[in-house]
């Protein structure tokens, strides 16, 4: 099993960004999907989860009405929009797989201007 998440970067407050994670090793269409992040310091955080067919959406408080989960089970992968991005959000994001507990190896974004 493989997750690579990718599209972190520096970005300004305020700004967007969209995350990538390509799965492979497991069929992407059939499970639930979700990312996480953690901040320097603190513990990691559930960010949003999308059923496996996407039709079913949770997000967490600090982040609902900016940013968007979403998937493409054809090309086996999950996406993270964020808009209205804050300093707040500098963390590096996980895609976490569930039911078999697998983790990606996360990516940096860093909001600042």
């Known amino acids: 099993v493989q997750l690579v998440e990718s599209g972190g970067g520096l970005v300004q407050p305020g700004g967007s960004m969209r995350l990538s994670c390509a799965a492979s090793?497991?069929?992407?269409?059939?499970?639930?999907m979700t990312w996480y992040r953690q901040a320097p310091g603190k513990e990691r955080e559930l960010v949003a989860t999308i059923t496996s067919g996407g039709t079913t959406t949770h997000y967490a408080g600090s982040v609902k009405g900016r940013f968007t989960i979403s998937r493409d089970n054809a090309k086996n992968t999950l996406y993270l929009q964020m808009n209205s991005l804050k300093p707040e959000d500098t963390a590096v994001y996980y895609c976490?797989?569930?039911?078999?507990?697998?983790w990606g190896q996360g990516t940096q974004v860093t909001v600042s201007s």
């Open positions: 090793g497991f069929t992407f269409s059939s499970y639930a």
């Open positions: 976490y797989a569930p039911h078999g507990g697998y």
